[in-house]
């Protein structure tokens, strides 16, 4: 790992002209008190390609995560290795380049609300890098072009690493207190609001606190007092930490539509294979966001006595429609089944977890993603499939990152399992109104054709559901558990916040096993790359003696398992 500073402002000036909303100002430059402290314009190009980084690093194993916690296809049979995430790894370090730089220019200056959000960024990304790979280079990182260069930089203790990242957010707070004579510019997340950033600030060591509380002497203690202090993304939306995409090609011709949209609808459908067991398990439970999430491109019955249609079914004829105790499940929920809901069932076209018996050439069949997150097409049961057509148009969906619904199972996780004072049940249903709300304004936005909100009603009832199943749990571990099944459903489009609820809480229990033996034991981190054992003698034993199935982030007390 040796990245530098240089030639930095060349893909800065790219950055900026990917950003339709933001100015990047190379005038009036004379306007900070300290003569040596950077331009307007410098901070500004900074802080937006920082703030695109961060969105890359958000979203770097986002698929991989999901097919862990078993939501999706991808990696979800855990056959991975040590050359598989050096992309994702090298990646971090030079997308966070950038951000060390904006650091270092700000600190000691009068320039607060800049360093103040860099620092929020570093602790956002790198806790992010830490849940993944555990041990990193933190404190030796990025100083191959110090006085004293440093190219193979040690690796800091996760545990060490979450402390400081959680210093790092208390210092972004003190310093978004303070008055700065130089207004932020160039911000693609809050339009340079300092109050959202500093309760993004607070929420983001919330988020550290809940990770590591089972790691920390004091986990619960000061999990509970943050959440007492108070001042965290809320409710309205307004605060959410989220990127919106574009529905267009940007002007520099980078495609800036939501990566969901262009895998499945530009060209034959690409997207990894929905799991059949979120698609069904919503489907019967009525779930008012149903619609929202999944498109269906077709209504072909497959026969598996075919040839044809046999060399497009997933393995062991798991295929939904194929299913004699899925039809039973119907009925017993939609009444009993006609030729029209077998062409509707058709389109729910995925796969069971672990089926790693290859892909066929079924691209015209898949599920695609849908309205939310990825800013496809609405499904509802009035719209017949039809195959996939992108165009210039859609993909303008969003990349959640932290939101006032994440706040709330975080919420809900201390109450029942950390000690925290509160009405779970009251937030539980706080929660999935929260989230049918934006799952539901996001599908009208990009699909208003076709899109229908779904009637008060059936929302109602759908929440009185849950709400019994939560009721129904005789101790507080049983209602954690059916709380992070509501929490698997909900996280569709944030795999790492499920991958780390499943590894802090065990929960929940409910999850299809791999209908095949996987290679691999459930991934308690990555793998670490093994280029980066080639270019830095402090990774040597890191590649070598960290097993990815074997040995946890130091937060992870449970240590997931399968059965075989």
């Known amino acids: ?46 802080l937006s390609s920082s703030q695109l980084s961060t969105i890359d690093n958000a979203t770097a194993i986002r698929n991989n995560a999901a097919g862990f916690a078993g939501q999706m296809n991808s990696a979800d049979d855990y056959d ?26 700000t600190e000691g200056v009068n320039n607060p609300h800049y360093l103040g959000i860099a620092q929020v960024l570093k602790a956002y990304n790198t ?12 404190t030796e990182a990025w100083k191959a072009n110090a006085d004293t260069p440093i190219v193979s930089p040690k690796f800091d203790k996760d545990s060490d690493i979450y402390e400081d990242l959680i210093k790092l957010c208390d210092a972004a707070v003190a310093n978004f207190a303070k008055t700065s ?32 509380r089972k790691g920390r ?112 499940g119907y009925k017993d929920v939609f009444g009993t089944p006609n030729k029209a809901d077998s062409a509707y069932v058709a389109g729910y076209f995925g796969r069971d977890r672990g089926d790693n018996t290859g892909a066929p050439a079924d691209g015209a069949y898949r599920t695609a993603p849908g309205c939310y997150p990825g800013g496809g097409l609405y499904s509802g049961r ?74 008060a009603t059936d929302i109602t009832a759908y929440v009185e559901s849950q709400l019994k199943g939560y009721d129904a749990g005789a101790s507080n571990a049983a209602k954690l558990n059916f709380v992070m099944k509501q929490a698997w459903f909900t996280y569709w489009g944030q795999g790492s916040e499920i991958w780390n609820a499943m590894r ?24 670490y790359p093994s280029g980066e054992g080639n270019l830095n003698t402090n990774a040597t034993d890191k590649v070598t003696n960290i097993i990815f199935d074997r040995d946890p982030v130091f937060w992870d007390k449970v240590k997931l398992k399968w059965e075989f």
């Open 504 to 527: 802090r809480t065990g929960y929940p229990l409910t999850i299809q096993s791999p209908i095949l033996k996987p290679k691999r034991q459930f991934a308690l981190r990555l793998p």
């Open 80 to 105: 991975i290795n040590n050359s598989s995430y050096g992309g994702t790894w090298n990646a971090f370090y030079r997308n966070l380049q950038d951000n060390e730089a904006l650091i270092k220019a």
């Open 181 to 212: 004579p130089v207004t932020v510019k160039g911000d693609i997340f809050y339009a340079g609001n300092i109050t959202k950033w500093t309760k993004l600030a607070k929420t983001v060591k919330l988020r550290l606190l809940l990770n590591s």
């Open 382 to 455: 009035e719209i017949v499939a039809k195959a996939l057509t992108g165009g210039t148009l859609g993909g303008n969906g969003v990349a959640p990152m932290i939101t006032s619904v994440n706040v709330k199972f975080y919420q809900i996780e201390a109450i029942l399992d950390g000690g925290l004072a509160g009405d779970a049940r009251k937030i539980f249903e706080s929660a999935i109104r929260d989230h049918i709300g934006k799952v539901v304004a996001l599908g009208l936005k990009v699909d208003p054709s076709n899109a229908k909100a779904p009637i």
């Open 217 to 328: 002497a004091t986990g619960n203690a000061d999990l509970a007092k943050a959440f007492t202090d108070g001042g965290l993304i809320a409710d309205t939306g307004a605060d959410d930490f989220i990127y919106n995409y574009g529905s267009a090609i940007n002007p520099n011709g980078s495609d800036g539509r939501h990566p969901w949209f262009r895998n499945a609808y530009l060209g034959d459908n690409g997207f990894s294979y929905i799991s059949h067991q979120l698609m069904q398990e919503m489907m019967f439970n009525k779930d008012p966001r149903f619609a929202f999430y999944f498109y269906r491109q077709s209504s072909s019955i497959l026969d598996p006595t075919n040839p044809t249609d046999r060399g497009t079914i997933p393995y062991g004829g798991t295929y939904l429609v194929l299913k004699s105790k899925f039809w039973v």
């Open 1 to 46: 790992m040796k990245f530098t500073y240089k030639s930095i402002f060349k893909p800065l000036a790219i950055g900026c002209v990917m950003l339709m909303s933001s100015s990047c100002e190379i005038t009036n430059l004379d306007i900070n008190t300290n003569p040596n402290a950077p331009s307007q314009a410098s901070a500004n190009l900074l």
């Open 127 to 138: 806790g992010n890098f830490v849940d993944m790979f555990g041990d990193i280079p933190y």
